[in-house]
């Protein structure tokens, strides 16, 4: 191995060195030209180069950059935050701005046990979660992860959160399909609720739609429904980690929209500030914070660079340049294309056995066996190679699953800029056909 002073993913990887973006392409230090079909990690929601944002930061920097937020508030933050409350569901109106989804996802998990303190109640510290599900790499945010291999190294320093199984229709651990199954898997959260006691439980946190660990794994309509019945019959809050389906990555501004179901405590990032900075935010419902309005005032919570101007100011920008555009209300229709045509992919290569996801979150189970939905054995998982050749045919796709009961979790994740053109998609599923006949 070269002496080299970044640590990079793998250590002793070749990773190509990247020149610029323009849209949904990347070129290298080569010219190699790569189709973004995973917008990174699920991140570059508007694609790449985007003038109006490099305006944006540029007008902000000539103002200021930073400031500390104990000191002062900024036009950016104080703009950004309002803009978020009125975008997202009613009664969600307060914003607490940090920098990444794990920071977004530890904040919601520390504000749902002070608003139980803050009321009184000292017992309720415990974040329920599911298996198959990721909510961050910090230790707070790790312990409410259903990521068995992100999990494995700390498992000594983490609470033992995750309780329940994903709503996994392809999968379902109970043999049924919904409506029928009563939704039985939305269920088991009830039963552990008993088993642990209601008074030790702050919340319950799930990703609208599994993204990292499962690759967009979508319940049917009625889950979150059964979930936050059960929440408020205990009196536990719900977190919705919209790090990933936020900012209308499946079609809505925020996905839960979609299963008419209203979070507690929303939790955003990755297309908040679309790649050009980092920012993640928690946003917290009026009846969340007036027991905190009325007792501390304060949020034991935050991070040097949280409510950045420079930050916020991107993330307002990124916010307009969406609007501007009404590149959200196109999505849903744009995900069906994709999906169409990935469905059609899937007749010809058996081993895609699984086509699922709303809006742009698209994921694709790999099978050995498509009738009897066999995965490939471990050491043979499709998306271990897949990946890599993908990127040497010019199209960037998401390794996901974490696999669960003896499944592997052998999938991955096509979620292009939302801003992608017809053109581009059909060029996107011409570069990801031709890494299917290499397997085929
Ligand atoms: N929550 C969800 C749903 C995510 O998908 C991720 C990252 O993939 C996180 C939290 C953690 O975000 P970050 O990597 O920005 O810390």
């Known amino acids: 191995m070269d002496r080299t002073f970044l640590i990079k993913p793998v250590l002793d990887a070749e990773y190509p060195l990247i020149d610029y973006g323009k849209g949904v392409y990347l070129y290298d230090a080569e010219g190699k030209e790569y189709l973004d079909a995973s917008s990174g990690a699920i991140t570059a929601n508007i694609g790449h180069g985007v003038q109006e944002i490099i305006d944006a930061m540029e007008e902000q920097a000539k103002k200021v950059s930073f400031v500390y937020r104990s000191q002062f ?115 088991e959260l009830e039963a552990i609720i008993k088993r642990i006691g209601a008074d030790h439980i702050a919340a319950f946190i799930a990703e609208p739609v599994i993204g990292a660990a499962g690759g967009a794994i979508t319940p049917p309509k009625e889950y979150y429904k059964v979930i936050k019945e059960i929440c408020e019959r205990h009196n536990i809050l719900f977190i919705a980690d919209e790090v990933m389906t936020g900012f209308g990555r499946t079609g809505t501004m925020l996905a839960c929209e979609q299963w008419d179901v209203e979070p507690d405590i929303v939790t955003l990032g990755k297309g908040m500030g679309a790649g050009y900075t980092p920012i993640a935010a928690a946003l917290v419902g009026d009846h969340v914070m007036e027991p905190i309005l009325n007792g501390s005032k304060t949020i034991m919570g935050g991070h040097t660079l949280s409510a950045n101007p420079q930050a916020c100011a991107v993330s307002l920008a990124v916010i307009e340049y969406l609007e501007k555009n009404k590149i959200i209300p ?83 994740m096509i979620a292009p800029p939302l801003t992608i053109t017809v053109k581009e998609m059909d060029d996107l599923i011409g570069r990801l056909e031709r890494t299917f006949q290499q397997y085929y």
């Open 330 to 412: 196109e999505v849903e229709e744009k995900g069906n294309y994709l999906k169409n045509k990935l469905m059609y992919l899937q007749k010809v290569y058996p081993f895609i056995g699984d086509v699922r996801g709303r809006g742009l979150m698209i994921g694709l189970e790999f099978v050995q066996d498509p009738i009897k939905k066999e995965p490939f054995p471990r050491r043979m998982k499709l998306t271990e190679t897949l990946i890599s050749v993908a990127q040497e045919n010019g199209i960037l796709v998401y390794p996901a699953g974490a696999g669960t009961d003896g499944i592997n979790g052998d999938a991955v």
């Open 73 to 187: 508030t900024s036009e950016p933050a104080e703009k950004l935050a309002r803009k978020i409350a009125n975008l997202s569901i009613a009664n969600l109106n307060w914003c607490f701005f940090v920098n990444s989804g794990s920071e977004a996802t530890e904040t919601a998990m520390k504000i749902a046990i002070q608003y139980w303190q803050e009321k009184g109640v000292y017992t309720k510290t415990k974040v329920l979660s599911r298996w198959m599900s990721y909510h961050g790499i910090t230790l707070g945010a790790l312990s409410m992860s259903g990521h068995t291999g992100r999990r494995a190294r700390f498992i000594p320093l983490l609470e033992d959160f995750p309780v329940i199984q994903p709503p996994y229709c392809y999968r379902c651990p109970y043999n049924k399909e919904a409506p029928d199954c009563g939704y039985l898997c939305a269920h």
